[in-house]
């Protein structure tokens, strides 16, 4: 293994190179030229091509990347300060295609998959921007803060995965990533305010769960008025057997979506239990008792998400309650972890 | 051997008890510590040990219940109300009269619901009382529902 000398490959340019590769033994090199244009040479496997003018009239070096076997997606800064793309689809360059916004670097490019595409900017405010290619239409701008100077770079190392770089205004590198996760969503029915405070039993559900590598959101928090439901009967308790009463409460579902769990916090229920999560099919939901601990939200959902009591005190599914947890927080074990991803309510994000 | 305040405590601190399970491996014995709990500090254990002790029969059940429907904890008296619904002594009815009367909504609406298991004149006449007067209008619609149930 020896690195070669420094080969000349000619041209004037003012800004960048980039270089993507769409296969082994392939290069595809992106240069602004003095005239403003993006221009491209390329390796073909035996012999450097080009150079070709792109055309545009691009500031900043523009970045390149490719999602598969012969595609090319550039992209570069407008002189009207927009994110400007232009690709190669397998037989044409395709573009210019304006794609809005106002940054104030070059982009960065990086693809996580066949047909997905995500650029990152410099925005007015510092911040670094980004949009992407789901594989049918472009999102819009999202914030993804920070305050970063230059043009950030990105990279994705496999499915799923994007790490982003820029210098800081400490003139330190910097770096942000993302990542799926598997995620359950919660929403909130506020009929009487638990006397352990809510954020206090998310971060206890939050703490378990992450250590099964399982987030936990917060989609909505609501308060409900229904003094009729705010004592709730819950029959017997049992998976798949809901009261009317349950039904009637586990109807007020908004912002709920369909792969979400509604938690219903209410003063008591009748019999008295600390929570209980039977619930109709199709409606996910658990009722959590004024009198509960800061470990019954996250085992009802547990039990929600499929899982059973255990006769042991260092888990959060004890059936001996979780006032009696022993060493907390509270253990999950490789099955149970299994379940709850295994769950359609738990949803990679 | 009795079974001790310590185990009855353990079977209730418990996040989803079974109490007819439990109601079946405990005897009457059990209603000392009940009582024990339900004059507690903890208002959940307490609405847990009244509605246990309608599931239970003896002779103290009804001590227990009392103690409950006087909580000052509106949980402990909807537990009571729920479970008085359990007990098959004509000492209940005085009790349900009095949560039917209770100032709170909740505590109302279990001793409706306890009242349409346990007809008697009394307790008609409550319920005629509160199908027209009670300022809940679920509990007015609950009330006129335990009537039907009570026959002409």
């Not at chain 1, 990152?120 to 920070?146: P, Y």
């Not at chain 2, 254990?45 to 103690?67: D, F, I, R, W």
């Not at chain 2, 609406?109 to 349409?116: I, R, Y």
């Amino acid at each position: 293994m020896t690195w070669s000398g420094w080969e000349d490959l000619g041209g004037v340019i003012t800004d960048g190179p980039t270089v993507a590769s769409w296969g082994a033994n392939r290069l595809d090199c992106f240069a602004k030229g003095q005239d403003n244009h993006m221009w491209h040479r390329w390796w073909d496997g035996g012999a450097w091509r080009g150079w070709e003018d792109l055309g545009g009239i691009i500031d900043d070096p523009p970045a390149a990347v490719s999602w598969g076997p012969n595609r090319i997606d550039c992209f570069a800064r407008g002189m009207d300060n927009a994110l400007w793309h232009k690709w190669w689809d397998g037989s044409a360059w395709r573009g210019w295609e304006s794609l809005g916004g106002v940054i104030t670097s070059g982009p960065g490019a990086a693809s996580w998959a066949a047909n997905r595409l995500d650029v990152f900017a410099k925005g007015q405010d510092n911040h670094m921007w980004h949009k992407w290619w789901n594989g049918s239409q472009w999102s819009g701008w999202e914030d993804l803060g920070g305050v970063i100077d230059g043009t950030p770079a990105a990279v994705s190392w496999g499915p799923d995965r994007i790490d982003c770089f820029a210098r800081g205004m400490d003139n330190s590198m910097w770096h942000k990533w993302w990542w799926l996760v598997p995620t359950v969503t919660v929403h909130f029915k506020v009929l009487t305010t638990p006397t352990v405070p809510i954020n206090t039993m998310v971060d206890s559900m939050r703490d378990v769960y992450a250590s099964a590598g399982i987030n936990v959101r917060v989609g909505s928090t609501e308060t409900l008025n229904l003094p009729a439901l705010n004592d709730v009967d819950v029959g017997a308790c049992l998976m798949g057997q809901t009261t009317a009463e349950q039904n009637t409460l586990f109807a007020n579902r908004n912002n709920v979506g369909m792969n979400d769990v509604a938690v219903y916090f209410v003063r008591s229920t009748v019999p008295p239990f600390n929570g209980c999560a039977a619930h109709p099919a199709g409606r996910p939901s658990a009722v959590v008792a004024q009198g509960a601990t800061r470990w019954t939200l996250g085992h009802e959902v547990g039990h929600v998400l499929g899982l059973a009591h255990v006769n042991n005190n260092d888990r959060l599914m004890t059936g001996n309650g979780t006032a009696n947890i022993t060493n907390p927080p509270p253990d999950l074990v490789a099955t149970e972890v299994a379940t709850m991803v295994a769950s359609p309510l738990t949803v990679d994000v | 051997m009795p079974i001790t305040l310590d185990e009855v405590r353990r079977m209730l601190d418990v996040d989803e008890p079974d109490y007819p399970r439990i109601a079946t491996s405990v005897g009457p014995e059990v209603h000392a510590h009940l009582a024990a709990l339900v004059e507690g500090s903890d208002p959940m254990l307490a609405s847990k040990a009244a509605y246990l002790a309608g599931l239970v029969s003896g002779p103290n059940a009804v001590q227990v219940l009392e103690k409950a429907a006087s909580h000052v904890e509106p949980r402990v008296r909807i537990a009571a109300a729920a479970a008085i619904s359990r007990l098959a002594v004509p000492a209940a009815e005085s009790l349900v009269l009095r949560l039917l009367a209770d100032k709170d909504v909740g505590v109302r609406k279990l001793a409706v619901a306890t009242a349409a298991a346990k007809p008697s004149a009394g307790l008609r006449s409550r319920l005629e009382a509160m199908k027209t007067g009670d300022p809940e209008h679920h509990l007015r619609r609950a009330a006129g529902e335990a009537l039907l149930k009570f026959g002409p």
